[in-house]
């Protein structure tokens, strides 16, 4: 990549996102998550066999965790889209920067060119995959970026941006939650586990509040597909996702895990 294009993606970069770790809070309650339904519009995500699509699954999903969230405790929550219309990735973790969210879901469903393909798993950023799957779905989720006419390839431009913006004690909140919501997932459904991972995902680049995203089943198994198209198998998957913040906010709040702004404290001196 030439220089130029480096410091002008560079720039792009920080005027969307302005400097990192600037918004601090100093108490350590979760009053606001933003969910993110992935896709939508133009942007349909994965295709089931019979042609059920992610965005559809993500948003139903989303909806029905912001609904027991909100019903059941005094957290807000707004997602970062509510319809069948394309956010930009970038957009969609500036809208949760911009908010001041303590907590950022992104939902999403899997795809495999195997059919037989199975399980749930769930992400937090990382600059190198966990392995090569892990690789192949960043590359998937990070191809809107492409069809959207901005050319960053996760391979090379977003290392330079992402090796600037991680910060350990976020990135350890993220894992926390994304073991929480894999530990809630494997006692509601009866596939396999396939663990938390890592992954250069742009849609959590621009994260300062602990953040993952979540692959709930893979929609390109027929099987699984059918169970998508169930409204108490997404009753279910909401119900865990919800059950599983709540057990992070419990964590979070007694203090049992290093918090991100500490760290941040601390860097600063
Ligand atoms: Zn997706």
Redesign the pocket.
């Known amino acids: 990549m030439s220089r130029l294009r480096f410091v002008l993606i560079a720039a792009l970069f920080l005027v969307i996102s302005g400097p990192a770790y600037s918004s601090e809070k100093d108490n350590r309650g979760i009053s606001l998550i933003v969910i993110d339904p992935?896709?939508g519009g133009f942007d349909s995500?994965?295709k089931g066999p019979t042609g059920l699509e992610?965005k559809d699954v993500?948003l139903a999903v989303a909806k029905r965790l912001k609904e027991l969230i909100e019903k059941k405790t005094n957290i807000k929550v707004i997602l970062t889209r509510d319809g069948d219309y394309f956010v930009p990735l970038d957009e969609r973790t500036l809208f949760a920067k911009n908010n001041n969210a303590d907590l950022f879901i992104s939902i999403?469903?899997n795809a495999a060119r195997r059919n037989a393909a199975d399980g749930f798993e769930t992400y937090f950023l990382g600059l190198e995959a966990s392995d090569d799957d892990a690789r192949a779905v960043a590359m998937?989720?990070n191809s809107v970026r492409n069809m959207g006419g901005k050319d960053l390839r996760e391979s090379d431009d977003l290392r330079f941006i992402l090796s600037d913006m991680l910060n350990t004690a976020t990135l350890n909140e993220s894992s926390i939650l994304a073991e929480a919501i894999q530990k809630g997932f494997e006692r509601v459904m009866k596939i396999e586990n396939r663990g938390v991972k890592q992954a250069p995902f742009i849609v959590l680049s621009g994260a300062t509040m602990p953040a993952v995203l979540t692959e709930i089943a893979f929609i390109s198994n027929p099987a699984q597909e059918k169970r998508l198209r169930d409204t108490s198998f997404l009753n279910k998957i909401s119900e865990s996702l919800y059950n599983s913040i709540l057990g992070y906010k419990k964590i979070y709040e007694e203090k049992t895990i290093p918090i991100a702004s500490d760290e941040r404290a601390e860097q600063k001196q």
């Open positions: 992935g896709h995500g994965a992610e993500a999403h469903a998937y989720e």
